[in-house]
């Protein structure tokens, strides 16, 4: 479908009836009755409260279908208070303030993207790929705001931030990582030498 056709679909009546009816029938298999449904389309601020949050609800799994997933990273926050966000089983003593800065300033929105190449790969050639693709990779309070707000996806592939790094005494770079192992979620350091194997997502985040 052209997007014109679509912006004239979404704009019409046909699509609002549609939608209306399709909404009002989930709403009264959740248990809601005809009041509750019609208190929804008051000019009231409880209306607008919940209005705005199914709006949230939908944008938001609208962009994950798309692999977008939007975060909020909170710069007023500690290195140490973001990782606690987190709730993980298990995170890396070396991932402290001391050996990996934070640098940002209020509340920021990102919109992380998990990219997989599919094949085993070195983290040199992961960002040459990335910036050719037109993305600059994910740093570490990205991936904390991530790993914080889609607890879950962890478990289904590892998730590398190639936008903070630490090098360790003998020069060795570092790099977090997200993963899961005999069901817990882990917090971890990995050494960007070793390469990254095919089941790992890069975050990365549009230029």
């Not at 298999?29 to 209005?51: F, M, Q, S, W, Y």
Request: charged share 25%; aromatic share 8%.
């Amino acid at each position: 479908m052209a997007k014109k056709d679509a912006n004239a679909i979404v704009s019409g009546a046909g699509w609002i009836l549609s939608f209306g009816n399709l909404f009002t029938k989930a709403l009264r298999e959740r248990g809601c009755t005809n009041d509750d449904i019609h208190a929804l389309v008051t000019d009231t601020e409880p209306a607008k409260l919940a209005i705005g949050k199914i709006a949230d609800a939908v944008a938001g799994i609208i962009q994950t279908v798309k692999n977008i997933f939007r975060v909020i990273i909170d710069y007023g926050k500690s290195l140490s208070e973001m990782v606690a966000s987190g709730m993980y089983n298990w995170v890396n003593p070396d991932i402290n303030g001391k050996n990996l800065s934070v640098e940002g300033t209020g509340k920021v929105e990102a919109n992380i993207e998990l990219i997989h190449f599919n094949r085993t790969m070195e983290s040199d050639e992961v960002l040459r790929e990335l910036d050719r693709m037109g993305y600059r990779p994910a740093n570490l309070p990205e991936l904390l705001a991530f790993g914080a707000s889609y607890p879950e996806k962890q478990r289904e592939f590892p998730i590398v931030a190639l936008g903070s790094i630490w090098r360790r005494l003998g020069g060795r770079r570092n790099v977090a990582f997200l993963y899961s192992c005999a069901g817990g979620r882990k917090l971890d350091l990995g050494w960007c030498e070793n390469g990254w194997g095919d089941r790992c997502r890069f975050a990365a985040v549009r230029k």
